[in-house]
């Protein structure tokens, strides 16, 4: 017979429970303890991190109306020239571009964030690995279907920084949009004097002209307004707490596995030790 018989059955013998904590009451308490410590050590050693979000709103699409309309009037021949999208602004592909990792890319290399993002000093990170590790572990997207509005959230170890990417992330990403619909358009109109040129069909020509028209004031909405794709209505703001580590939750948890641990060490003990009966 056992030291200790916790179990009777599928039944569990509290009063035994009880007993096998009073008796190994020491050892519990000191791997309570030390697990204890061992927690506030890592809560404490750990490295803050702070939320910044901003919130953007995806601006509407210039000339997306009358593009639509005109791109319509053309046919087929506005498929072949590329630029019923453009037309259509920069919606369409905006968020594609947001959530890109060729976005991540371009934002790592001119903030020159390589090595904020290296474990190893030894071995040299990749722009890769930090994409990888930007993308999981700083950068989450959120898009509210309902409202329409996108929330772009860094996650980093001090607030300033935090709330100084969130908003130059979003404004790295109207400045690529705006490029885009800028090299578009330069070539849709380029295409479009050539086809003038080429055809006598009055009509066709009219449509042209007013196609020309409308990649033109394309062109000077993308020259004349910095947010291009995505408004920013609730810019980022250095956070004032932190969202990790939480240290309370770690010390509890902490002595609850110590606490857990002794009692299965006591189990043990108790199991192998034989009864002096």
């Not at 968020?95 to 371009?106: D, F, G, H, T, V």
């Not at 001090?158 to 400045?175: G, K, M, T």
């Not at 947010?227 to 770690?250: G, K």
């Not at 609850?256 to 060490?265: D, E, V, W």
Request: glycine residues 6%; charged residues 20%.
């Amino acid at each position: 017979m056992n030291d200790v018989a916790i179990e009777r059955g599928d039944e569990i013998d509290l009063l035994a429970v009880v007993r096998l904590v009073r008796k190994y009451r020491w050892l519990i308490a000191l791997t309570t303890i030390a697990a204890g410590a061992i927690a506030v050590v890592l809560a404490f050693v750990t490295d803050p991190i702070f939320r910044a979000s901003a919130v953007v709103t995806e601006v509407e699409a210039p000339n997306s109306n009358a593009g639509s309309l005109l791109s319509s009037q053309l046919g087929g021949l506005a498929n072949l020239a590329g630029f019923t999208n453009t037309l259509r602004g920069a919606t369409r592909q905006s968020m594609a571009i947001l959530e890109s990792r060729y976005l991540a890319e371009e934002f790592i290399e001119r903030h020159e964030l390589l090595d904020d993002f290296s474990t190893d000093p030894d071995a040299p990170m990749t722009l890769w690995r930090a994409v990888e590790a930007f993308r999981l572990g700083v950068l989450t997207i959120e898009q509210d279907a309902n409202t329409g509005r996108t929330t772009v959230t860094m996650d980093w170890t001090d607030p300033a920084v935090a709330a100084e990417w969130a908003n130059a992330y979003i404004a790295l990403a109207n400045e690529q949009i705006r490029t885009r619909a800028i090299e578009e358009a330069g070539r849709n109109i380029a295409y479009l004097k050539d086809q003038i040129a080429e055809t006598n069909v009055v009509e066709v020509q009219r449509v042209m002209y007013n196609l020309i028209q409308s990649e033109t004031q394309t062109l000077m909405l993308a020259h004349a307004r910095p947010e291009y794709a995505f408004r920013l209505v609730d810019p980022a703001v250095p956070p004032e707490e932190r969202i990790s580590p939480r240290r309370t939750l770690m010390v509890l948890l902490g002595l609850a596995i110590g606490f857990l641990g002794g009692f299965a060490i006591a189990v043990v003990l108790s199991q192998l030790r034989p009864s002096t009966s």
